[in-house]
T-cell receptor
Framework: EPEVTQTPSHQVTQMGQEVILRCVPI?????FYWYRQILGQKVEFLVS????????KSEIFDDQFSVERPDGSNFTLKIRSTKLEDSAMYFC????????????FGAGTRLSVL | RKEVEQDPGPFNVPEGATVAFNCTYS??????FFWYRQDCRKEPKLLMS???SGNEDGRFTAQLNRASQYISLLIRDSKLSDSATYLC????????????????FGRGTQLTVWP
């Protein structure tokens, strides 16, 4: 199965700090997604990204969040000023144009906001 | 509104048992349907796509009923390694009408297979 790589695996930060979560996508997979999962809850969509722009975002993805592909390869999620309620697992996902929206997930970054 | 609803579980079954999970979705415009499995504190992993005609992959059989907006997963001859949370997942059209839309996840049904 294709592999999506995420770093770091665990990030601990203080409330109000900025964090950047990184994702190395599958080669030639052009569609990128971020999801999050608060402990004990369901996986929730944050944002999709294609052709260097946001395709769709959820109501969770407010002005504190941003995404980019800084070097045309890595895909990042930035949270500008973290809140306690941002503590969750953050998953990056990829798909290519050939699949029927089959999205492959990275192992996730566990974000702990103190 | 809950986009995807699943059996709450948990299901605790002996090895060799057959177990069935059900799921309903609310958006009739949904395009693609999946079952993912998720081990504790791990990422969701695709188990199988679900097609209207029904499909089978080894011990796993998935069914889709578009009229009832209902999806099912049957696991035969359960193994210890099947213990996981099973996620019913549906995609919908994006705001721009694209099929590249978000995936909606159910809360998952926990399965424990005991020896």
């Amino acid at each position: 199965e294709p592999e999506v790589t995420q770093t770091p695996s665990h990030q601990v930060t203080q409330m109000g700090q900025e964090v950047i979560l990184r994702c190395v996508p599958i080669s030639n997979h052009l569609y990128f997604y971020w999801y999050r999962q608060i402990l004990g809850q369901k996986v929730e969509f944050l944002v999709s990204f294609y052709n260097n722009e946001i395709s769709e975002k959820s109501e969770i993805f407010d002005d504190q969040f941003s995404v980019e592909r800084p070097d045309g390869s890595n895909f990042t999620l930035k949270i500008r000023s973290t809140k306690l309620e941002d503590s969750a697992m953050y998953f990056c996902a990829n798909r290519d144009r050939g699949d029927k929206n089959i999205q492959y997930f990275g192992a996730g970054t566990r974000l702990s906001v103190l | 509104r809950k986009e995807v609803e699943q059996d709450p579980g948990p299901f605790n079954v002996p090895e060799g048992a057959t177990v069935a999970f059900n799921c309903t979705y609310s958006n009739s415009a949904s395009q693609s349907f999946f079952w993912y499995r998720q081990d504790c504190r791990k990422e969701p992993k695709l188990l199988m796509s679900v097609y209207s005609s029904g499909n089978e992959d080894g011990r796993f059989t998935a069914q889709l009923n578009r009229a009832s907006q209902y999806i099912s997963l049957l696991i035969r001859d359960s193994k210890l390694s099947d213990s996981a949370t099973y996620l019913c997942v549906v995609n919908a059209l994006s705001d721009r009408g694209s099929t590249l839309g978000r995936l909606y996840f159910g809360r998952g049904t926990q399965l424990t297979v005991w020896p």
